[in-house]
């Protein structure tokens, strides 16, 4: 069976890391899968904007554009981003994601929240954040933050100061996300990512499993 795969992200980052890292994984993992392709949430000038501006309205006029040109279709957008989530919970928001489409395309979505942002994920290894920019001490650093969350990246505060993208950015001056973002999780590897991030192990084999 073959099966080509969408995987509709909120911003260039996001894009980058499927692109690159997942999308040669789960082909590896999964022969059924033909084709994993990253899509930006929204219109076709999307590319031009930053991401982060993700909300139920956007998501379902962007899903509506290709839930009839995929097999599959998951999402990869950030729990921190989100707009107007109020109190929701992971769980709501990805309920509330598959209900944008019609009940009869529910079976073709897959909806993943990342708690809590993208670049958690790049905290499963500090000692790949120290090599990437050759600075022992962004280990140390990482890992003392890793520490405090229990050795769960997914866990590492949703705020404007201290979410994940906050503290990289304070920490390395030159951080870029889009350019580091996807080299520093391809030198950790999915499978250490998975070890250390349940939510995301959780979405990654049932994508492996389609």
């Known amino acids: 069976m073959c099966i080509r795969l969408a995987v509709s992200v909120e911003g260039p980052t996001e894009e980058s890391f499927v692109k ?5 994984y789960l082909i590896d993992k999964n022969k059924n899968l033909v084709i994993v392709k990253p899509i930006l949430i929204g219109t076709t000038n999307s590319r031009l904007k930053k991401g982060g501006n993700v909300s139920i309205p956007r ?19 950030d ?3 989100f707009r107007n989530k109020g109190t929701k919970t992971k769980t709501r928001l990805e309920s509330d994601i598959l209900n944008t489409v019609l009940p009869q395309q529910q079976r073709k979505v897959i909806p993943y929240v990342q708690m809590h942002e993208f670049e958690g994920l790049l ?32 866990t590492i505060n949703d705020s404007k100061k201290t979410a994940p993208s906050k503290r990289l950015k304070k920490k390395i001056e030159d951080y870029n996300k889009v350019v580091y973002g ?20 959780k979405w990654v084999e049932k994508l492996e499993n389609l």
């Open 20 to 24: 690159e890292v997942l999308a040669p």
């Open 59 to 77: 998501i379902k006029g962007s899903l509506k554009k290709i839930v009839n040109n995929f097999d599959k279709i998951t999402t990869l957008y």
């Open 79 to 81: 729990f921190y981003g």
């Open 123 to 154: 905290f499963s290894d500090p000692t790949v954040l120290g090599d990437c920019f050759c600075e022992p001490d962004y280990t140390k650093w990482a890992d003392n933050i890793l520490k405090k969350f229990n050795n769960n990246p997914e």
């Open 182 to 201: 996807s080299y520093i999780a391809m030198d950790i590897g999915i499978d250490t990512i998975k070890h250390k991030c349940p939510n995301f192990k």
